[in-house]
């Protein structure tokens, strides 16, 4: 068998880290930068790591921020943060990882959704609609390119 190159957004995590684990005992290479080695809030930052990756099988989108806060008292800036990183961040590296996995005519995509998303829960409305709107991309995505073998997945864990 080929060998096979993943990538975990949000490396420095305790899931990444499991999941990584994971694929290199199945023998993937795996990368999983933290957010110094690639800022998923960053268009350049996500190009850039992209650039000198090579050929991507399975990407990850695991980095994820909360900023918990009842509405009323939640800051615009915590609002757009958490929408930076979980979802427009998974729109970033998607489209990077995309690229070359139309090349190839075969990936996979699996995004790191929560339960929230389908149950908000009280004090994370920005966590919730992030994940949501990170479901919708995921529905998108797998029906635009799974005619071309790339298959596109969200997981929602929750407690």
């Given at each position: 068998?080929?060998?096979?190159?993943?990538?975990?957004?949000?490396?420095?995590?305790?899931?990444?880290?499991?999941?990584?684990?994971?694929?290199?005992?199945?023998?993937?290479?795996?990368?999983?930068?933290?957010?110094?080695?690639?800022?998923?809030?960053?268009?350049?930052?996500?190009?850039?790591?992209?650039?000198?990756?090579?050929?991507?099988?399975?990407?990850?989108?695991n980095a994820g921020v909360i900023a918990d806060s009842p509405m009323l008292l939640a800051r615009p800036d915590q609002w757009e943060s958490v929408l930076a990183v979980n979802l427009d961040g998974a729109f970033r590296c998607t489209r990077a990882a995309l690229k070359g996995m139309v090349k190839q005519r075969q990936?996979?995509?699996?995004?790191?959704?929560?339960?929230?998303?389908?149950?908000?829960?009280?004090?994370?409305?920005?966590?919730?609609?992030?994940?949501?709107?990170?479901i919708a991309l995921t529905q998108s995505v797998a029906l635009e390119y799974g005619p071309r073998n790339i298959r596109c997945n969200c997981v929602l864990p929750g407690f």
């Open positions: 068998m080929a060998a096979r190159t993943a990538l975990i957004t949000g490396g420095g995590g305790d899931l990444a880290l499991a999941v990584r684990t994971c694929l290199l005992a199945e023998g993937w290479t795996v990368h999983a930068p933290n957010r110094q080695e690639m800022d998923v809030t960053s268009t350049a930052a996500v190009t850039a790591f992209f650039t000198g990756l090579g050929p991507l099988d399975l990407l990850i989108n990936g996979h995509i699996i995004n790191i959704g929560s339960f929230a998303a389908l149950h908000g829960t009280e004090g994370q409305s920005s966590y919730a609609a992030a994940k949501a709107g990170l």
